[in-house]
Structure formats: C-alpha cells, structure tokens
C-alpha cells in the first residue's frame, strides 16, 4: 500500500497558494503533483522527477533535488514551496509524521 500525503503552502505576502501531493510508487520513489497560482513554482513543477525520500532527506540542503530544482526557478529565496515539497516527501516517505509547519511574523 502506498503513502501519500497533500501539503498546502500559503507563501504569505505574494498571496500566492500552492497544494503539492505526494505518493509513493511501486518503486518507493516519491512523486509530486503541483498545482500553484505562481507561474515560477508551476515552472519548476514541469521538471519535477519521482525523488528517493532518504536521499532528499539526508542530503545536505543544498544538495536535495528539490532545491536545485528551486535555485533555477524560483525568484525568492525565502519562498516556503520548496520547504513544503521537502516535508510531502518525507511524509510520503513515510520518514516523517502528518505535523503541520507554522511560520509566525510579528
């Protein structure tokens, strides 16, 4: 049986929301759906490959898939996409619990 788990990510100020799924395969790679009303984060979503889920969360941050991917599309280093990728991936990797992640500016 496979894992899978949907992460919604509100960026904040740019108003822009993104829902990314993910779900193991039959392979035990990871695989992400991204819908996004940013056009930057929907860039990155068309090269998006299945991803090994101890690989991406072992790697170094620098060195993940998912922020490479990041590096060359998104504008904004402090967009929190990437962040929520990381954390579908280890959730459907089932290397991490279903725990919400809060951002709180005051």
Do not use: F, Q
């Amino acid at each position: 049986m496979s894992k899978e788990c949907t992460v919604t990510v509100d960026a904040g100020v740019c108003k822009m929301k993104t829902v990314i799924h993910a779900k193991e395969n039959d392979m035990g790679m990871i695989e992400l759906d991204i819908k996004s009303d940013c056009p930057n984060v929907l860039k990155m979503s068309w090269i998006v490959e299945p991803v090994s889920p101890w690989s991406e969360v072992e790697a170094a941050m620098n060195e993940t898939e998912v922020y490479k991917w990041a590096s060359d599309r998104l504008p904004h280093a402090a967009c929190p996409v990437p962040c929520g990728m990381i954390k579908a991936i280890e959730v459907a990797g089932d290397l991490g619990l279903k725990r919400d992640v809060h951002i709180k500016i005051e």
